[in-house]
C-alpha cells in the first residue's frame, strides 16, 4: 500500500510564507502527477496546484503568483511553497498523487492532510 504523508502546514501571519511538503513511500512503478488541494470547512476540495512527471505545472487562479509547486522524483516528495498568504487560503491541505502501483493500474492516492491557517 503506497501512503502520502504530508507536513508543513500550521499557524502564519497574512504575507507571511509557508512550505508543505509530502512524501510518497510504499511499493509502486511510478508516480505520474503529484498536486495539493484544499478544503476549507463545508466547503468542497479544489485543486490548489499540480505538477506532471515532465515538471509541467498549473495552478489555480486564487494562488497563482504566491504559490510554488515543485517535485524531487528521486525522494518522491512534492512541495507547495506558499508566499503572500491570505486569510482566504487557511483550509485544510492535501497531497494528491496519481500513481502506478506495482501489478495494479494506477490510481489516486489522498495524503491525511495538513491544516494551514492564516491570521489577518
Known amino acids: 500500500q503506497v501512503q502520502l504523508v504530508e507536513s508543513g502546514g500550521g499557524l502564519v501571519q497574512a504575507g507571511g510564507s509557508l512550505r508543505l511538503s509530502c512524501a510518497a513511500s510504499?511499493?509502486?512503478?511510478?508516480?505520474?502527477?503529484m498536486g495539493w488541494y484544499r478544503q476549507a470547512p463545508g466547503k468542497q476540495r479544489d485543486l490548489v496546484a499540480r505538477?506532471?512527471?515532465?515538471?509541467?505545472?498549473n495552478y489555480a487562479d486564487s494562488v497563482k503568483g504566491r504559490f510554488t509547486i515543485s517535485r524531487d522524483n528521486a525522494k518522491n516528495t512534492v512541495y507547495l511553497q506558499m508566499n503572500s498568504l491570505k486569510p482566504e487560503d487557511t483550509a485544510d491541505y492535501y497531497c494528491?498523487?496519481?500513481?502506478?502501483?506495482?501489478?495494479?493500474?494506477?490510481?489516486?492516492?489522498w495524503g491525511q492532510g495538513t491544516q494551514v491557517t492564516v491570521s489577518s
Open positions: 510504499g511499493s509502486f512503478f511510478t508516480i505520474n502527477v
Open positions: 494528491y498523487a496519481y500513481i502506478i502501483s506495482t501489478g495494479w493500474a494506477g490510481k489516486d492516492y
Open positions: 505538477i506532471g512527471n515532465g515538471h509541467t505545472t
